[in-house]
């Protein structure tokens, strides 16, 4: 980083959640609506804590920057760490906001993008100033708390700049500002310790073809990818990077559609070794699948690094970011985690945000202990339906046929289209199977 004089920032004093005390678990029988009734941090399940499973962080973005403002309305909620106009007082005083409540959950993680944390300057250098400055604060907050950095990513889209994409803008001065400002989000998210580095498509798409290359985009794109990833290498970043899939919004047509998208995409341009997938519940809904079958594709290509926790609505089709509260949904999910071995380097980061009426502070509070708790549920619920039911048999059972004889053979590659046609002549007509699906939703639901 160029040669700046930092701005001293000192320790805050203020609490922002006076009324709150440290969250502990008290068990499924309490009514305390400010305790865990079901994540204990330290209760082993399939071998590792609770903790260990979710590593769940919270969104600096939409806890700590959001304030309810929507298209038809200014923001809701004065949270009193926004009201200083100077920047940089402001950050501070967000930063202890934000450690306040990660360490009064008693959660390991967090996640930022650069201009979360601070407000963006009007030049590179001043950027680079304000962030170097938060950046020294949050490393203190960090070891004094223990709380760690699940990933770190830049805003590519708020800017008008990025209108019309980040790496895939038509105008290289826009893709060059784009590469100084990923080069101090990774160089921030490196000092810091982060763990993995995000990058969410933002405004890679289009909203027509007809003013649009795709192909140059997509190329620009993987260029760009590839010079971050071999930037961070040659600073000495072990992480993972996690590409973000989405459908739409804010592109009519968003680069990264869904899992399968991204798999194609990291494979085509030779970037499937550093970049696995950070799967967002929303996301998946969006792109008209389920979480579940997102979380498995990712899976199958050996790419499920991280999940972003939230729901979309049953009744829209946008991205409302809602804490999640779905035991079953999230199960479906857990039981897809849980035989992957869980996930590959991330964890569970609450990419959520409170509703525009929801205006306390502790409300706060209350959305994240009932996301974690979900999870913590559907956790438990997955663990004793992959253990303690007839789930897996009855799976498996369904694929018997390839278990042996002729279907073992097609399996091993050890048959060609000749040979199966040789076969179904000399078999029987195949008999109606049932999938049994209802039997495997009474499953779930047994142990939900
Ligand atoms: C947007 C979204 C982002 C990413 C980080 O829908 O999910 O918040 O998670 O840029
Ligand atoms: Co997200």
Redesign the pocket.
Known sequence: MANLQPIQLTTGEREYFPGVQQIKYEGPASDNPMAYRYYDEHKVVAGKTMREHFKFAV?Y?HSFCGTGGDPFGAATKNFPWLTSQDPVGQARDKMDAAFELITKLGLPYYCF?DFDLIAEGDTLAENEKRLQAIGAYAGEKMKASDVKLLWG?ANLFSHPRYMNGAATNPDFAVVAHAGAQVKMALDLTMQLGGENY?F?G?REGYQSLLNTDMKRELDHMARFLHLAKDYARSQGFKGTFFI?P?PMEPSKHQYDFDSATVVGFLREYGLDEDFKLNV?VN?ATLALHSFQHELQVAANAGMLGSI?ANRGDYQNGW?TDQFPNNVYEITEAMLVILENGGLQGGGVNF?AKTRRNSTDPEDLFYAHIGGIDTFARALLAADAILNSSEYRRLRRERYASFDSGDGQAFEAGKLDLKALAGIAATQEAPAVRSGKQELFENILNRFV
Request: aromatic residues 14%; negative net charge.
């Open positions: 969104a973005w993008h990513t995000v969410w933002g973000e989405k967002e996301h972003d991205d990419d």
